[in-house]
C-alpha cells in the first residue's frame, strides 16, 4: 500500500491512519453495497477460485476494501448512529423495520469489479514519476 511520504523518504502517516484499507468498519455495510471476495470472484470467473487465482483474488479483496473505505470513518460512524437511532425509535413505536435489501446480491451481477481489479491491477505498475502508478493515470483506464 502506498504511503505519502516526502523527498526524503519520511512517510507521513499517523497513528490513527495505520489500519486504514485493512478491513472493514462497523457500519460500513449500511452505507456501500458489499459482495464477498468469493462471491464477486464466482460472477467473474463462473467457477470456485483454484490456486492459480491468488492474484485475482488479492485484486478483488482490495476492491472491496476501497470501496468500503471510500468514506471517513467519522461519516461511517454518525451514518451507524443515525441507522441505530432509526431502528430504536421504529422498535418503541412496534413499527416493523422499513430499510431497502442490500442482500444477498445475485450471482451474475458484477457491479464494476471487471474494471475496477484491472485497475488495481494497473496501479501496482511503476510510473513514470514514481514507483506506482498516479490516480490520473489509472482512473483513464
Avoid at 27 to 36: K, R
Amino acid at each position: 500500500m502506498v504511503q505519502p511520504s516526502d523527498d526524503f523518504g519520511f512517510v507521513w502517516t499517523v497513528p490513527k491512519d495505520a489500519d486504514r484499507h485493512k478491513f472493514a468498519r462497523d457500519g460500513d455495510h449500511s452505507i456501500t453495497p458489499f459482495q464477498c471476495d468469493l462471491c464477486v470472484f464466482h460472477c467473474l470467473m463462473g467457477h470456485n477460485p483454484a490456486s492459480q487465482y491468488v492474484l485475482l483474488l488479492s485484486c478483488i479483496r482490495q476492491v472491496n476494501l476501497d470501496t468500503l473505505w471510500d468514506r471517513e470513518t467519522a461519516t461511517v460512524e454518525a451514518n451507524h448512529r443515525s441507522l441505530n437511532k432509526l431502528l430504536q425509535l421504529w422498535s418503541l413505536l412496534g413499527i416493523s423495520p422499513n430499510l431497502p435489501v442490500f442482500g444477498p446480491c445475485p450471482l451474475d451481477g458484477q457491479f464494476g469489479y471487471s474494471i475496477a481489479v484491472v485497475m488495481v491491477l494497473k496501479s501496482r505498475e511503476p510510473g513514470h514519476y514514481a514507483h506506482y502508478k498516479q490516480y490520473e493515470t489509472n482512473h483513464k483506464l
